[in-house]
């Protein structure tokens, strides 16, 4: 303080080092999203004079700018959303949980879902702690639904492939899923269908809030660290998306898919969600089908349908909950969110059409 | 000293561990080091973010993986 201001103690302060760094990032992931269409359609149609409406050069094209373009908008959205979160606690939300009325704590909790940082590997610790201390098995299913369904790399793809009414819609209809399956199990009184030994576990010990004391450097490379982690593990399921996708934008018929899963199909999103179950991916890997299938003239609801039947229930996460619930809840947990899900499909393929 | 590190053997609980081994060296402490995988356990410590880092029975960390300097820290003021 009081020394003279030249640029390079102006440099060394600590505050500077970190928002300067942090702006000069943001503008150079907008620079390169925004210059990103132009530099392949100039590189491969000027440079190696490609036509590129057609065939491999399409699917080429297609590929480079679609990776490029999501890569771009995760890294920019999960950073954001992770030091956001990074206010924000599971125990922190547990707390505010507790002793909330079914209804009330059902949408409570679907909301907290989407705002909490969390992923499925911690699903086990978290129902057991949620349930061992009161809150009721309903509201707890509609955070675990939540969560995964409304998370921060389905909005980053979502806002970015279809825009904000799309992205508004999703984020509603997984909130109402979330809340209106919770509601249902809760009604459905299935503690019995819960492993004992949760009900019996006794929390000990205070609980110390996990993001106390940290700094905004802390919180800063936190975003970093979750932006490398995420995208270390969901590359392979992206490149293999966007290559089916580019394949479909290059190569399928104008109208084959239109034909057999069009809006004139009943069975469309029945049959999306049952194809969407089993398959193990995550947002990153289906939405460049979602969207090339979209130019293809599939109807947004089944899509939807599809996307969100792929992230809500997975096989893995099924077999993480079998150590706390009992098979029969699974299959209802499975259940009631398969048919919420399908629900939404045909209401959104009602109204858009 | 007894440290537990909390969590089913996901990559950040090793992660967490190797921090841990490494802040107790430089402090120049002795400890004992032990692993919690059984949910139940690691629920019964009211973590419900793995991993966890517990020490003598407290918990220190949950959620994330700090760096050595703030595990060092945060043993100091524990000890303290």
């Known amino acids: 303080m009081g020394a003279v201001l030249t640029p390079s103690a102006v440099l060394q302060r600590p505050g500077v080092r970190r928002w300067g760094g942090l702006a000069l990032a943001a503008v150079a992931v907008v620079?390169?999203?925004?210059?990103?269409?132009?530099?392949?359609?100039?590189?491969?149609?000027?440079?190696?004079?490609?036509?590129i409406a057609t065939g491999w050069a399409s699917m080429l094209h297609f590929f480079s700018y679609d990776t490029v373009k999501i890569a771009l908008l995760l890294i920019g959205i999960i950073f954001l959303v992770t030091v956001l979160r990074s206010f924000m606690t599971v125990e922190r939300t547990r707390a505010l949980l507790g002793g909330k009325r079914e209804g009330v704590g059902n949408v409570m909790a679907a909301g907290l879902g989407v705002v909490t940082p969390f992923c499925s590997c911690s699903a086990v610790p978290a129902f057991i702690g949620f349930v061992a201390s009161g809150v009721p098995l309903g509201v707890t299913m509609s955070f675990l639904i939540a969560s995964p369904l409304v998370n921060e790399v389905a909005i980053a793809l979502l806002l970015g492939l279809f825009g904000v009414g799309p992205t508004m819609m999703y984020v509603g209809?997984?909130?109402?899923?979330?809340?209106?399956?919770?509601?249902?199990?809760?009604?459905l009184k299935l503690e019995r269908w819960v492993e004992p030994f949760v009900f019996e576990t006794k929390l000990r010990g205070q609980v110390i809030t996990s993001t106390v004391g940290l700094t905004w450097d802390?919180?800063?490379?936190?975003?970093?660290?979750?932006?490398?982690?995420?995208l270390r593990g969901i590359w392979p399921y992206l490149l293999v998306g966007i290559g089916l996708g580019a394949a479909i934008h290059g190569w399928a018929p104008e109208d084959f898919f239109a034909t057999?899963?069009?809006?004139?199909?009943?069975?469309?999103?029945?049959?999306?969600?049952?194809?969407?179950?089993?398959?193990?991916?995550?947002?990153?890997?289906?939405?460049?089908?979602v969207d090339a299938l979209y130019a293809k003239g599939l109807p947004m609801g089944t899509l939807l349908a599809f996307m969100m039947a792929t992230v809500a229930l997975s096989l893995p996460e099924m077999i993480l909950l079998?150590?706390?619930?009992?098979?029969?809840?699974?299959?209802?947990?499975?259940?009631?969110?398969?048919?919420?899900?399908?629900?939404?499909?045909?209401?959104?393929?009602?109204?858009?059409v | 000293?007894?440290?537990?590190?909390?969590?089913?053997?996901?990559?950040?609980?090793?992660?967490?561990?190797?921090?841990?081994?490494?802040?107790?060296?430089?402090?120049?402490?002795?400890?004992?080091?032990?692993?919690?995988?059984?949910?139940?356990?690691?629920?019964?410590?009211?973590?419900?973010?793995?991993?966890?880092?517990?020490?003598?029975?407290?918990v220190l960390v949950s959620g994330r993986v700090p760096t050595a300097n703030q595990v060092k820290e945060l043993i100091t003021a524990h000890l303290g």
């Open chain 1, 218 to 230: 802390d919180r800063i490379q936190m975003g970093i660290d979750e932006v490398i982690s995420i």
């Open chain 2, 1 to 58: 000293m007894n440290i537990k590190i909390l969590g089913s053997g996901c990559a950040n609980c090793h992660n967490l561990e190797r921090v841990a081994r490494e802040a107790v060296a430089e402090l120049g402490l002795e400890a004992t080091f032990e692993k919690v995988t059984d949910y139940a356990d690691i629920a019964g410590y009211g973590i419900m973010r793995t991993p966890g880092l517990v020490v003598d029975e407290a």
């Open chain 1, 31 to 51: 620079g390169l999203y925004a210059a990103n269409e132009f530099f392949w359609t100039w590189l491969y149609r000027d440079v190696f004079g490609l036509d």
């Open chain 1, 260 to 289: 057999y899963a069009g809006s004139d199909n009943p069975f469309a999103v029945l049959i999306a969600v049952l194809v969407g179950v089993p398959l193990y991916s995550n947002a990153a890997g289906v939405l460049p089908i």
């Open chain 1, 173 to 187: 209809a997984g909130l109402v899923i979330a809340i209106v399956a919770g509601l249902v199990i809760g009604r």
């Open chain 1, 322 to 352: 079998r150590r706390v619930l009992k098979p029969k809840l699974i299959a209802v947990f499975a259940g009631v969110t398969a048919a919420g899900i399908i629900c939404v499909g045909y209401l959104f393929n009602a109204i858009l």
